[in-house]
């Protein structure tokens, strides 16, 4: 007789709509079709690490679908730098030994870029991981959708279409600032489907004064109002440069000097580019002589009950995880292609982002109809 298979399972980085859908998709298909047992950590890799679990089971998992956020509770902390009794320590090890301690034959770690790279980590020391591709900005590499993105989508466009109204009203300039910090598929999706008049994203660094330019004609045919949808990652030409010399100079640094030197740049030009979008609202009513007012969505993104999309892919890549286990399949990330499934090796994932390209239809359509992009 085979042995009934023990799987863990856990939620990392922030919070997105659809976790709880996820979770109900791995544990539903390993509890009820594969009779496999199921234990949640809590906050993210720390539940591993602090013995803090919580067993999943057909009550526990009952009426979580529509429920936003995680039961599981999340954090960003990673096995590698984790902060126990307020010193960094490499925890590694002790969630390896845990894994065993605990007879678990695979450990299922929901979240985005860095909890791709903190999984691969893992399997390097010898244990058995699948992830599930987890993020609002939708920008995890080699799947076509993450968990989140539908829902963050659904609000940033609801957002842009209350606000033209108003900005209608009183003929304003409304700066709508959508996450999204190194990649712009949430705002530029948006912003498509809200029919911002102009759209600034990561991806293309912008030039404000195109940007008034537009405004301005806009208001020559009698448009007084427009609505720019910014990405909180968005950045002027100059900036842009700025930033991507520094990452330069990063990724040639010949040793850890040359290396912090180029980090706290870095650190420098986050810094500053802290704020952005209420500069760029009060650039605007400069150059155009129109009232500017500034919209920030922030967290609102994240919250809330998830939309039929994120449910039903969350369901998808949950029921195919357990399919996965049940194969002796590890080591991969569950990716969204089209209707389907596939398992991509974590090593093709971790570390990479995926961002708009500049010739993407997204960004062609979006030109078609008169959409300023900055550039």
């Known amino acids: ?39 949640g950590f809590r906050d993210g890799f720390r539940g591993i690490v602090e013995d803090r679990r919580l067993k999943l089971d057909r009550a526990t998992l009952a009426g979580i679908l529509t429920v936003g956020g995680t039961i599981l509770g999340t954090s960003r902390d990673k096995p590698q730098r984790m902060t126990i009794d307020g010193r960094v320590h490499d925890m590694t090890s002790v ?6 301690r605990y007879g678990l034959d695979a450990l299922v770690c929901l979240g985005g870029g860095g909890t791709q790279k903190s999984a691969l980590r893992l399997k390097e020391a010898g244990i058995n991981v699948i992830t599930l591709p987890k993020t609002i900005d939708n920008d995890v590499a080699l799947t076509d959708l993450t968990i989140g993105f539908s829902t963050a989508l659904d609000i940033a466009t609801e957002t842009i279409d209350r606000l033209h109204s108003t900005a209608h009203s009183h003929h304003r300039i409304i700066v709508t600032e959508i996450m999204g910090h190194r990649a712009g598929w949430l705002a530029l999706g948006a912003g498509i489907a809200g029919g911002a008049d102009v759209i600034l994203i990561p991806e293309i660094p912008y030039d404000v004064h195109k940007i008034a330019d537009a405004i301005r004609r806009r208001s020559r045919v009698g448009t007084n109002f427009s609505i720019v949808a910014v990405a909180e990652g968005a950045m002027a030409k100059d900036d842009a440069r700025a930033f991507q010399a520094a990452e330069g100079r990063k990724e040639r640094a010949r040793n850890q ?62 029921s195919a995880c357990g399919d996965l286990i049940n194969e002796n399949v590890f080591g991969v990330m569950v990716a969204s292609r089209g209707d389907r499934t596939e398992p991509v090796p974590l090593e093709r994932v971790a570390g990479k982002r995926k961002i708009v390209p500049p010739d993407h239809p997204w960004v062609e359509a979006a030109r078609r109809v008169g959409t300023c992009l900055g550039d």
């Not at 969630?95 to 065993?100: D, H, L, Q, S």
């Open 95 to 100: 969630i390896v030994k845990n894994y065993g």
């Open 257 to 318: 000097r040359e290396k912090h030197e180029a980090k706290l740049e870095l650190a420098a030009l986050e810094a500053k580019h802290s704020g952005n979008t209420l500069r760029l609202a009060k650039q605007l009513e400069e150059l155009t002589h129109l009232e500017s007012r500034v919209t920030i969505l922030g967290y609102v993104q994240r919250g809330g009950i998830p939309s039929p999309a994120d449910r039903l892919l969350a369901t998808r890549l949950g």
């Open 1 to 39: 007789m085979a042995q009934t298979k023990r799987i863990g399972i856990l939620t990392a980085g922030g919070d997105s709509p659809g976790l709880n859908a996820a979770i109900r998709g791995v544990g539903k298909t390993a509890l009820g079709f594969y009779s496999m047992e199921i234990v």
